[in-house]
T-cell receptor
Framework: DAKTTQPTSMDCAEGRAANLPCNHSTISGNEYVYWYRQIHSQGPQYIIHGLKNNETNEMASLIITEDRKSSTLILPHATLRDTAVYYCIVRVVEGYSTLTFGKGTMLLVSP | DVKVTQSSRYLVKRTGEKVFLECVQDMDHENMFWYRQDPGLGLRLIYFSYDVKMKEKGDIPEGYSVSREKKERFSLILESASTNQTSMYLC????????????FGPGTRLLVL
């Protein structure tokens, strides 16, 4: 699985959009970009994934650059409950190998 | 919504005790996983299962065993608990074709004294 690089921490005001970047310059053609988050003392939560097109679901949007070397997770209207560590992972979609979380980005949403 | 439940949120056991952690999922997922998560070490895979009665070792299986008698249920067993098994234990499940999309339970924080 390709390695990813994320900022250690970010701040966001409640109600504003949170834009979390991820670099994955060694991504392979068959690898997808996945985002998970983990709220303190809870299990990780799947957010979204994509291959090359932008994706949106009820939680977030995922923007992947044309060269696929980086992506941005967008939480359109951040709330206090979005405070969590956000992990960007790149891997193939199938299979049952482990998820490898890096250090992630600690997003703090403030009132 | 996918629901993955774990038998306990917090557990305190003594060294040498046999410990059972149970996980149940309600989405008919073929794959189930047991991880442990420790500060600075991230998520580490202990065992996974891709079908009833099937199991595969993950990265750190020593000191653990698993059981999958029914599709929805995956148990992790600590045969003789030791203090270095104090950790957060996380269960997850996924479809066979969607291993990248795993749904996690709330976790069990185990303290071994």
């Amino acid at each position: 699985d390709a390695k990813t690089t994320q900022p250690t921490s970010m701040d966001c005001a409640e109600g504003r959009a949170a834009n979390l970047p991820c670099n994955h310059s060694t991504i392979s053609g068959n690898e997808y970009v996945y985002w998970y988050r983990q709220i303190h003392s809870q299990g990780p939560q799947y957010i979204i994934h994509g291959l090359k097109n932008n994706e949106t679901n009820e939680m977030a949007s995922l923007i992947i650059t044309e060269d696929r070397k980086s992506s941005t997770l967008i939480l359109p209207h951040a709330t206090l409950r979005d405070t969590a560590v956000y992990y960007c992972i790149v891997r193939v979609v199938e299979g049952y190998s482990t998820l490898t979380f890096g250090k992630g980005t600690m997003l703090l949403v403030s009132p | 919504d996918v629901k993955v439940t774990q038998s306990s949120r917090y557990l305190v056991k003594r060294t040498g005790e046999k410990v059972f952690l149970e996980c149940v999922q309600d989405m008919d997922h073929e794959n189930m996983f047991w991880y442990r998560q420790d500060p600075g070490l991230g998520l580490r895979l202990i065992y996974f299962s891709y079908d009833v009665k099937m199991k595969e070792k993950g990265d750190i299986p020593e000191g653990y065993s698993v059981s999958r008698e029914k599709k929805e249920r995956f148990s992790l067993i600590l045969e003789s608990a030791s203090t270095n098994q104090t950790s957060m234990y996380l269960c997850a499940s996924s479809f066979i074709s969607g291993g990248g999309t795993q749904y996690f339970g709330p976790g069990t924080r185990l303290l071994v004294l």
